[in-house]
């Protein structure tokens, strides 16, 4: 069904989200400061986070029992799922994509071209499943390693092969946490240093306050919470500026059709520039204004700024038949 864009509302979306960084800056617990969350605890390491942090989780041994705990059953009083680490839950798929067919494996055990590829689309399956059926918000953690690029050194999400492709197709944000100085931060900002992803307002680095005994660990709800407040504003100002729209292409209209002579049209043309335009209203109008000076062979003076009708064309009289001529 084709819809039309201007009926998006906005203002209540799920989100998701990459989180990367090196061991131990954080990240686990950033990525349960997520609204009501389901940790996926792939790593096994659910005991490095503060008692305090830990929420609901499940540790599962392999990738069968990922899809069999993602229903929507198990998961009906979640608002998040926070897959940790996505490198171990690829390294899972992997595993799971080779046992399904050995073509997916090569001899020394690692995944083949083909199996790079079956692997990348299951995890896009998997995170549009728990995205359009399940409606979660989703978090996925990742390692962050060092690559050299010539004399700088830049992080990247740490994930076998192609896979890192589709790990970012399917991200509505993605952030590097780091330490400046004694802080954390988060940024969502393409730089020299890392890749990342930002939208909806939410770019550049973010400070990522510290936990304490009275402060709530309840960063990324606030952000979420930014994300949408800032896609419900997009959405008012949106209705707004069609409302504007619709209102100059009513005035538009009423004044085109009112075009009938060379008059007429100077008169109009005084009236469209009045017209308070909005969105694409203007350049609209002016091909339809320019569509009805046409069809009516109205010609445009520049020095006196006036439409006129065209000159007719001189008609030949008939030679008269001389007296006597046979």
């Known amino acids: 069904m084709i819809r039309n864009p201007n009926d998006i ?33 792939v790593d096994f390491g659910i005991d490095r986070i503060e008692p305090r942090y830990r929420k609901p989780y499940i540790q599962p041994k392999d990738y069968d029992e990922i899809l069999a705990d993602l229903t929507p059953e198990n998961v009906k009083d979640f608002d998040t799922l926070v897959f940790d680490t996505g490198g171990k839950l690829i390294s899972l798929m992997s595993l799971w994509a080779i046992k399904k067919d050995p073509k997916y494996g090569q001899r020394d055990g690692s995944l083949s071209l083909k199996g790079y590829g079956a692997v990348g689309k299951e995890f896009v399956r998997l995170m549009d499943y728990c995205f359009y059926e399940l409606q979660k918000h989703i978090v996925i ?10 004399d700088n050194t830049r992080l990247r999400i740490k994930v076998e092969g192609q896979t890192k492709n589709n790990v970012w197709e399917p991200m509505d944000l993605g952030g590097f946490v780091e330490m400046e100085g004694n802080n954390h931060t988060i940024g969502f900002s393409n730089c020299e240093r890392y890749f990342a992803k930002g939208t909806r307002g ?12 009275t402060a709530p660990n309840d960063f990324l709800t606030k952000l979420f919470d930014q994300y949408n407040s800032a896609a419900a504003q997009e959405v008012q100002k949106n209705e707004e500026m069609q409302a504007l729209y619709d209102i100059a292409m009513t005035a538009g209209r009423e004044i085109i059709n009112s075009i009938v002579s060379a008059e007429t049209a100077n008169i109009a043309g005084g009236k469209m520039k009045e017209i308070q335009h909005a969105l694409t209203s203007e350049r609209e109008l002016k091909d339809l204004f320019r569509d009805r000076i046409s069809a009516l062979n109205l010609v445009y003076d520049k020095e006196a700024k006036l439409y006129f009708e065209p000159n007719p064309e001189p008609t030949e009289e008939p030679q008269s038949t001389a007296e006597g001529e046979s």
């Open 141 to 150: 953690v990742f390692h962050a390693t060092e690559e050299k690029d010539g």
């Open 202 to 213: 939410v770019y550049g680095k973010h400070k990522i306050p510290a936990l304490s005994p």
């Open 9 to 41: 509302k906005e203002g209540n979306k799920k989100i998701r989200i990459l989180i990367a960084g090196y061991p131990g800056i954080g990240k686990s617990t950033l990525a349960l400061s997520a609204p009501n969350p389901l940790h996926i605890d």
